[in-house]
């Protein structure tokens, strides 16, 4: 039965292809994602899979029921996109300015749509249910994830298991390991305000910049003099904006984007209730 439905999966791996660039050339933002949430509903119903839509907001949640009683386990993939200018020089490439599918999800997606296909085909086979987890809004967390579980997604669900294109993993091999896979992710914005002035004249103003700057590099100390050198953290400053003139001196504000290892998490929460 596996080889049979490794040999369907082959066989199909042209549609993947296909709605893999078709999701690529046309990508949507979190919450945004109307014409995506279209494409996958309009394909898991060609397969007879039952749908509900709305999940959470924007969230999918297919089920293939199975003719044998057993289990049920959730495959999950994610599908909206990121606000960044693709310049790679493909056929496909995105036909939406400033918006593409840089983190993968446009693969997830189409994986998943045929996993549907094939075990649609064989649901008398399927000893158990499966559900097919197609979460919105990933890039913003948390994003459609926590709305979707509150919604009840995974109610009567036993396992789920999910999986992200990696580009560093060989092509054709699966990487896997016990426990957490990801690091666990926070996002964080810091406004600094200064007291503008002319450039010609940075003594009368206060160069909230030049503060800035300061701040970006003494955050990377957080890491490297309170972390345990043995666990994994990182803090990476993605935006930073300021003022509108070159000649002028202005208040600004940026941003970070900060990724932490699980047991870093748990520690966090700890110190967090205790400020509490």
């Known amino acids: ?13 042209d549609d993947m292809v296909e709605w893999r660039r078709h999701l690529h050339r046309h990508p949507e ?11 996958i509903v309009d394909k898991l119903e060609q397969f007879g899979v039952e749908v509900k839509t709305g999940v959470g907001g924007g969230g999918i949640v297919g089920t293939i029921r199975g003719g044998k009683p057993g289990k049920t386990i959730a495959l999950r993939a994610d599908f909206d996109a990121l606000p960044i200018q693709e310049e790679a020089d493909v056929p496909y490439i995105s036909s939406v300015p400033g918006v593409m599918h840089a983190c993968g999800h446009d693969g997830h997606t189409a994986t998943l749509l045929g996993v549907a296909k094939v075990l649609s085909r064989h649901r008398d086979e399927l000893a158990g249910n499966v559900v097919l987890l197609h979460q919105h809004a990933e890039e913003c967390p948390p994003g459609g994830a926590q709305a979707m579980i509150k919604d009840g997604c995974l109610e009567g669900v036993d396992a789920v298991f999910g999986a992200h294109l990696w580009s560093k993993v060989p092509y054709g091999t699966i990487g896997y390991r016990k426990g957490y896979f990801m690091a ?6 810091i406004k600094i305000q200064g007291c503008g002035g002319h450039g010609s004249a940075p003594h009368q103003s206060i160069d909230s910049v030049v503060i800035a700057s300061q701040v970006v590099n003494q955050l990377q100390m957080l890491v490297s003099r309170e972390v345990d050198p043995q666990k ?26 900060r990724r932490n290892g699980a047991d870093i998490r748990r520690e966090r929460q700890k110190f967090d209730r205790a400020g509490d």
């Open 1 to 13: 039965m596996d080889n049979q439905w490794h040999e369907e999966l082959e066989g199909i791996y």
């Open 29 to 39: 933002l979190s919450f945004h994602e109307t014409e995506t949430i279209r494409f």
């Open 184 to 189: 666990a992710a926070d996002s964080i914005t």
């Open 232 to 257: 994994a953290a990182v803090i990476s400053i993605g935006k930073f904006h300021a003022g509108t003139a070159a000649n002028a001196i202005a208040d600004r504000r940026f941003g970070a984007s």
